[in-house]
């Protein structure tokens, strides 16, 4: 059976999407055969973030629906070999989704190989977001260092305890947390919580810190998923967080200010 | 209760003290009538009235053998025939029962209701008729409450109510104190309202007698 792992936040614009496509990436990448599936039904942003937009024809829906084969719906990566891309529908809304729908969905893909299911969640907590946590073996909870990101996080993870698949049955659904959209300067500042506060208010094991950078948006304008920037400091963080979610230990980086040259203080700007 | 000497418990300082042991309160409230067995000594009476006086222990008379009123007298010590027993045994058996009674009631108490945390943002628990213990954390957002005792072994963060039915005896135990807002019997403070130095304490909430303010008492 194929391993599902959901990445989800509650709050929008944390970068669940940016993380979806990092991380699917990076577990193609180590070798395991992986989709990404965008639950964001009617506000699809994930093929643009993978730079698929062009090669979708049916979708997620569309399989849900009997309207197509996941054969027909799934894209594959051009640069991943291992890397398959199921867009979401973008005329449809969210009440298309139906559990048996994704159940068999998720049956198909484990019996078609694929050994990690990665579920880009919507914001919220209502239908999208529940169907894709509904399945989650492992949740991968993206935060921003602010008190409402985090808040939203304590909910969602509060759901994924108590109405996912797992929970139901009495298990337990392992929680990842990824702190995105970090700045440390902003954190010696105390503009910003740290990543120890966050962690304290979570209490959940932290998989990795994400700092804010400027590749992660020329990133997405370019359909790349950052985490195949191996120059830029959040492709590198990516990896290390898929990489420590593979069981690797890898100490974390970019959590103290870089120091600047004295030339580049002088003239200011930044990188 | 009539205590039958030696028949009933050999060696009578030995099983007083083992009594005590295993139910000290009872030992102390129950009164006891010594029934010496038949040719049983004075001295041997007399001693082992002097060990239950150590113990405490509420000695109402002596009975059984007529031959031992006489050492009832010197001793001073009410003789009571067969017929007096059951009267003076019968608040005895009424503390048993009331004692037995109690046990009862002991045992139909709902225990606690004991939750694993964290206890996320958006969830809400309520022990009805019974204590609740959580074990972790309460975010804020959180929201528990008790008709009994709220106990919390981590952070509360969220808000958290104790005798929500309107027990005023009803307390709030808790590890680091931070929450959104504290309830016990109805009566309610906003965060803004604790007192700077309990926040983050190890604290105990209650309400005082005349129900009308919370008391924070600080733990360890």
């Known amino acids: ?271 | 209760m009539t205590l039958e000497w030696p028949a009933e418990c050999g060696e009578l300082t030995h099983w007083l003290k083992s009594q005590c042991a295993r139910a000290p309160a009872l030992m102390q409230e129950i009164g006891l009538v010594l029934k010496p067995s038949k040719g049983v000594a004075a001295d041997a009476i007399a001693e082992a009235i002097q060990s239950m006086e150590s113990l405490q222990i509420d000695l109402i008379g002596l009975t059984g053998d007529p031959a031992h009123r006489s050492i009832a007298n010197q001793l001073g010590l009410p003789w009571l025939s067969a017929q007096n027993i059951t009267q003076v045994a019968e608040p005895t058996s009424r503390s048993e029962t009331s004692v037995s009674s109690e046990a009862a009631s002991r045992s139909s108490l709902d225990p606690a209701m004991i939750v694993q945390g964290p206890i996320r943002s958006g969830v809400q628990i309520y022990a009805r008729d019974r204590d609740l213990i959580v074990l972790g954390q309460v975010s804020e957002g959180a929201e528990i409450m008790a008709d009994g005792h709220v106990h919390v072994y981590g952070r509360l963060r969220g808000r958290v109510a104790a005798g929500v039915s309107g027990r005023t005896d009803a307390n709030i135990f808790c590890q680091q104190f931070d929450p959104e807002l504290v309830s016990i019997a109805g009566l309610y403070v906003g965060s803004e309202q604790i007192p700077s130095e309990h926040r983050s304490a190890q604290i105990r909430v209650g309400l005082d007698s005349a129900g009308n303010a919370l008391i924070y008492s600080v733990l360890s």
């Open chain 1, 1 to 271: 059976m194929a391993i599902v792992v959901t990445v989800t936040s509650g709050k929008g614009g944390v970068g669940k999407t940016t993380s979806s496509a990092a991380f699917a990436a990076g577990l193609a990448q180590a070798g395991h055969k992986t989709v990404v599936i965008d639950f964001d039904v009617g506000l699809r942003n994930l093929d643009l973030i993978m730079g698929v937009e062009r090669r979708v024809v049916f979708d997620f829906v569309n399989v849900i629906q009997g309207e197509a084969t996941l054969h027909q719906a799934l894209i594959q990566d051009k640069r991943i070999e291992n890397l398959s891309i199921l867009a979401a529908s973008q005329t449809k809304d969210k009440d298309a989704l139906t559990e048996e729908g994704v159940e068999t969905v998720i049956q198909e893909l484990s019996e078609m190989g694929f050994e990690y299911i990665v579920c880009d969640s919507p914001a919220g907590i209502e239908r999208g977001a529940t169907m894709a946590l509904h399945f989650a073996d492992h949740a991968v909870i993206v935060t921003n260092p602010e008190v409402s990101s985090v808040r939203d996080s304590d909910r969602i993870l509060g759901i994924l305890q108590s109405k996912s698949k797992r929970a139901k049955e009495g298990g337990r659904v392992s929680e990842h947390l990824l702190i995105t959209r970090y700045d440390p300067v902003r954190v010696e500042n105390g503009e910003m919580l740290s990543h120890e506060d966050v962690c304290d208010i979570l209490a959940v094991g932290l998989i990795g810190v994400i700092p804010e950078s400027k590749a992660v948006l020329k990133a997405s304008n370019t359909g790349v998923p950052v985490i195949l920037d191996h120059e830029s400091d959040a492709g590198v963080a990516y990896a290390d967080a898929v990489a420590r979610f593979l069981g690797e230990s890898r100490p974390m980086k970019f959590l103290t200010p870089k120091k600047q040259g004295l030339l580049k203080r002088i003239l200011g700007g930044s990188d």
